[in-house]
Nanobody, 126 residues
Framework: QLQLVESGGGLVQPGGSLRLSCATS????????VGWFRQAPGKEREGVAC????????NYVDSVKGRFTISRDNAKNMVYLQMNSLKPEDTGVYYC???????????????????WGQGTQVTVSS
């Protein structure tokens, strides 16, 4: 059965770094594009980053450009989100999700992604 499990969240001080992992199983990962999303309390879920099935294309929301890097290791069925220079406004639950076309759209929209993990909490605070 198709499954995605996020890990790596936690509490970090402003300016710090975290690496989130998305472990996948039950499908051929290299057929799918992957996105990372986040949701703060009381806020709408937003797309943060995406990567195409081959890893050749990536897109980021403006607020994280230059700070976050999405990557994938298809041989390990893993996707990562490296987050540097973290800010309090980065706080939220982070989700990974996959889409079946294998692309990475310029606008990372929820409706494009079909299967979702359960999320991992990231808190940026002093």
């Amino acid at each position: 059965q198709l499954q995605l499990v996020e890990s790596g969240g936690g509490l970090v001080q402003p300016g710090g770094s975290l690496r989130l992992s998305c472990a996948t199983s039950g499908f051929t990962l290299d057929d799918y594009g992957v996105g990372w999303f986040r949701q703060a309390p009381g806020k709408e879920r937003e797309g943060v980053a995406c990567i195409s099935s081959s890893g050749a294309s990536t897109n980021y929301v403006d607020s994280v450009k230059g700070r976050f890097t999405i990557s994938r290791d298809n041989a390990k069925n893993m996707v990562y989100l490296q987050m540097n220079s973290l800010k309090p406004e980065d706080t939220g639950v982070y989700y990974c999700a996959v889409e079946e076309v294998g692309g990475c759209p310029r606008r990372i929209q929820i409706q494009t992604f079909t299967y979702w993990g359960q999320g991992t909490q990231v808190t940026v605070s002093s």
